[in-house]
Nanobody, 124 residues
Framework: VQLQASGGGLVQAGGSLRLSCATS????????TGWFRRAPGKEREFVAT????????YYADSVKGRFTISRDNAKNTVYLQMNSLKPEDTAVYYC??????????????????WGQGTLVTVSS
């Protein structure tokens, strides 16, 4: 499974961006998919995740109510709609896919495949 993240860019505080994670591989629709981010000088952190069916989602407290994760399995794509962006959302955003079953995965080690990252910069 290969993942390609896109959609990053420069936006003013309060603005919006939509990230996309396009994938290859016939089994992608059976994997939970998540977004992580790494801000300058910080460790990578969990942002959001979605079940393979799209019926379950989970968000980090820092983005809850502002970000929405969704997926279109027919297009093998997962999205992260980011609204009300803040300067502290500035980071490289990564998408990842997990073969794990059970509760939605939130930790890096539970993800098996990673994209290359896309940079989001929020100016104040």
């Amino acid at each position: 499974v290969q993942l390609q993240a896109s959609g990053g860019g420069l936006v003013q505080a309060g603005g919006s961006l939509r990230l996309s994670c396009a994938t290859s591989g016939r089994t992608f629709s059976t994997y939970a998919t998540g977004w992580f981010r790494r801000a300058p000088g910080k460790e990578r952190e969990f942002v959001a995740t979605i079940s393979w069916s799209g019926t379950s989602t989970y968000y980090a407290d820092s983005v809850k109510g502002r970000f929405t994760i969704s997926r279109d399995n027919a297009k093998n794509t997962v999205y992260l709609q980011m609204n009300s962006l803040k300067p502290e959302d500035t980071a490289v955003y990564y998408c990842a896919a997990s073969r794990a079953s059970g509760p939605l995965p939130r930790q890096e080690f539970t993800y098996d495949y990673w994209g290359q990252g896309t940079l989001v910069t929020v100016s104040s």
